[in-house]
């Protein structure tokens, strides 16, 4: 018993999952596929997936956004939980793992709610504001490049109706965040981010150490 977030081992993980985890098979066949590459890491947890389909009917979100899809395993999640006349754009540059994404989002019969958009997703967030799009979207999910979390954190927020939802991924970054010896690009990008958003006036947040660490930030 403690009064703070609870430290999963393997064990107590596995017993989570077995207690708790909904996964649909297309889901487990997607992640199973994704496993084999190198880059495998970057898919989310299927926890979280779950958590974040929830969030989505929760709010009875209908517009939606992704910046980062790899392989669609979120949007998927996402794409399932929007009601039928929902929309998801989702954001990503790689031709390669977006087509592994377009396969299991036809199979599982969304495909026609993603418009996928494969550009740098500052370019198409920025299109986005162009066009009209600011304050029109329920929920965002940012998981890309940690470099651009800044940029893609200020759109999203433009592009977010009031009381919109945006999650962040990788908040925690493995823990490295909180390794001062630690001082790379990126762990200096999401600690930045984390700083800013603590003292955002614009959001309400609480971040959550459910994976790799999401913050949820509810636009005001
Ligand atoms: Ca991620």
């Not at 979280?48 to 979120?74: C, D, H, I, N, P």
């Not at 790689?94 to 958009?117: C, F, M, P, Q």
């Not at 967030?125 to 304050?135: E, T, V």
């Not at 490049?145 to 939802?165: A, F, I, M, P, V």
């Amino acid at each position: 018993m403690a009064n703070k977030s609870i430290t999963l081992t393997d064990d107590l993980y596995r017993y989570m999952t077995s207690v708790s985890l909904r996964e649909p098979d297309l889901l487990r066949q997607l992640r199973a596929e994704t496993s084999i590459d190198p880059m495998a890491g970057m898919q989310i947890a299927p926890e979280q997936g779950q958590f974040m389909a929830l969030l989505v009917r929760l709010m009875g979100a209908a517009k939606a956004l992704e910046v980062g899809v790899f392989t669609g395993y979120s949007a998927l999640c996402v794409a399932l939980a929007l009601p039928a006349h929902g929309k998801l754009t989702a954001c990503d540059i790689s031709e390669a793992w977006t087509s592994i994404a377009k396969r299991y989002w036809e199979r599982a019969g969304v495909a026609h709610k993603i418009d996928l958009r494969l550009a740098p997703a500052i370019d198409t967030l920025d299109a986005l504001l162009a066009a009209g799009h600011a304050g029109s979207y329920d929920f965002a999910f940012i998981d890309a490049d940690k470099g651009n979390y800044d940029g893609y954190y200020e759109r999203t927020l433009r592009l977010l109706r009031s009381g919109g939802l945006i999650i962040i991924d990788n908040v925690l970054w493995d823990g490295r965040v909180a390794d001062d010896r630690v001082t790379d690009a990126d762990t200096r990008a999401i600690r930045a981010l984390n700083e800013k958003i603590h003292q955002d006036p614009r959001v309400t947040i609480s971040l959550i150490p459910v994976a790799d660490g999401l913050t949820l930030a509810l636009k005001g």
